[in-house]
């Protein structure tokens, strides 16, 4: 039996942990740069409060429905993600991690403490809840995707009020008939539209195919996941996962740049983050995306990209920066007002086979490196920086309504006042 253990608007549903003036109110959580909603609280979608639309488009809104509203806050949804992890961990013998709001349990060998898989569903809510105060939808099926399929049952249809289990061919074909095809995993909205085409309208039409004409018609997924969707179990935790081909890492900026060092300073922070990407997956590269843009929106649009040949293939923080500032006068234009800029390393090679150059030797130092990155998974991201990283809060995310990041700050720890 598997079972999948994911969060209930997982972001908004963090906002409120520490704050419970706000766990009766609705609350949305905005994207980058307080772009676009990205997590609607329960009380705020019975609101008819529409997802991944921009802010400023629903900003009156929710100021209708005294909507609370809250920026990003990334260092308090990874501490709490970990605490929810470590509590469901204890509840199987094998975990997997999919996401930061989902993880899927395996039970082998393990016997749970209920016989009853949903009274055991209920103790792993009731535990997380107690733990971490954050509400959870929990699936169980004999397979990972039946194990999606209960979970989206159980938070999205009625009737199920947290928790669903597919042991039987009847809540199997109950279940699935009350799907739509566009929610099962690993189909989408693109391939959905191209079911429905074939009068594959319902996560149970879809069982029903033949495997291998999926196959034939689409792709090997699409066979492995109507065989899941009879019980035959096709996934492997211990499968590798192929490392990325490219790494990049874009942002636009909280406001517009025209200053060149605020700029550059940006772009060198973006090559460190993808130097870090490269070496966690023991990768190197030879060469360099670089680009920068003004808004779309502005009357004079600028966008210019260029791509830095590296001499020899490397993920070395230090290279990175230097190539950053050899270029970068072939990007800027005065008088722009610059809206987004980005890096990104292409044709990656693996980092165990390499073919050194007598006439070219690597500037990378391994051993710097691994010092770098040690420190800074224990202190805290960029504890350690090139000094051409410097902090400008010009080119940094604009998070006007973040909340405290009570867990990860000595300052924003929760403070209780006791009259006596």
């Given at each position: 039996m598997y079972c999948l253990v994911d969060a209930v608007a997982f972001y908004a549903s963090a906002e409120k942990v520490f704050d419970p003036a706000i766990r009766s109110k609705p609350v949305v959580v905005l994207t980058n740069n307080d772009g676009c909603i990205c997590a609607i609280c329960p009380i705020a979608r019975?609101?008819?409060?529409?997802?991944?639309?921009?802010?400023?488009?629903v900003k009156h809104l929710l100021a209708k429905h005294k909507v609370v509203i809250r920026s990003s806050n990334y260092e308090l949804y990874a501490d709490l993600s970990d605490k929810m992890m470590n509590v469901i961990s204890r509840f199987c013998d094998t975990q997997h991690v999919y996401s930061i709001d989902e993880a899927f349990l395996q039970f082998n060998g393990f016997t749970p403490l209920i016989n009853d898989w949903h009274q055991y569903g209920q103790l792993i809510r009731r535990t997380v809840w107690r733990e971490t105060k954050l509400p959870v939808g929990v699936g169980f099926g004999p397979t990972p995707t039946l194990a999606k399929a209960a979970n989206h049952a159980a938070k999205k249809l009625n009737g199920f009020n947290g928790i669903a289990v597919i042991d039987s061919e009847q809540a199997r074909q109950h279940i699935l008939a009350a799907m739509d095809v566009a929610d099962v995993w690993g189909v989408g909205k693109r391939l959905a539209k191209k079911l429905k085409l074939l009068n594959i309208n319902?996560?149970?039409?879809?069982?029903?195919?033949?495997?291998?004409?999926?196959?034939?018609?689409?792709?090997?997924?699409?066979?492995?996941?109507?065989?899941?969707?009879?019980?035959?179990?096709?996934?492997n935790w211990d499968d590798v996962r192929q490392d990325k081909r490219e790494i990049f890492s874009t942002r636009s900026f909280g406001e517009r740049l025209t200053d060149p060092v605020a700029l550059k300073t940006a772009l060198i922070n973006h090559s460190i983050i993808v130097a870090r990407k490269l070496r966690q997956q023991r990768s190197l590269t030879k060469r360099l995306l670089l680009f920068v843009a003004s808004s779309p929106h502005e009357s004079h649009?600028?966008?210019?990209?260029?791509?830095?040949?590296?001499?020899?293939?490397?993920?070395?923080?230090?290279?990175?920066?230097?190539?950053?500032?050899?270029?970068?006068?072939q990007l800027y234009q005065h008088n722009v007002r610059f809206y987004k800029c980005g890096v990104g390393a292409l044709e990656l090679s693996s980092q165990q086979f390499q073919q050194p150059d007598l006439f070219a030797p690597s500037q990378d130092n391994i051993k710097l490196m691994e010092c770098l990155d040690s420190i800074n998974?224990?202190?805290?991201?960029?504890?350690?920086?090139?000094?051409?990283?410097?902090?400008?809060?010009a080119w940094h995310m604009k998070r006007a309504f973040l909340s405290p990041q009570y867990t990860t700050r000595w300052q924003h720890l929760p403070k209780i006042s006791c009259d006596l």
């Open positions: 019975r609101l008819n409060i529409p997802k991944f639309q921009p802010y400023f488009k319902s996560a149970l039409d879809l069982a029903k195919q033949t495997p291998k004409r999926m196959k034939r018609l689409f792709s090997v997924v699409l066979e492995r996941t109507v065989n899941e969707l009879n019980g035959i179990v096709c996934l649009y600028y966008k210019k990209s260029l791509v830095y040949e590296l001499p020899v293939s490397s993920a070395d923080s230090r290279v990175f920066a230097k190539a950053i500032s050899e270029i970068f006068t998974k224990r202190y805290g991201c960029d504890t350690l920086t090139l000094a051409s990283q410097q902090q400008s809060q």
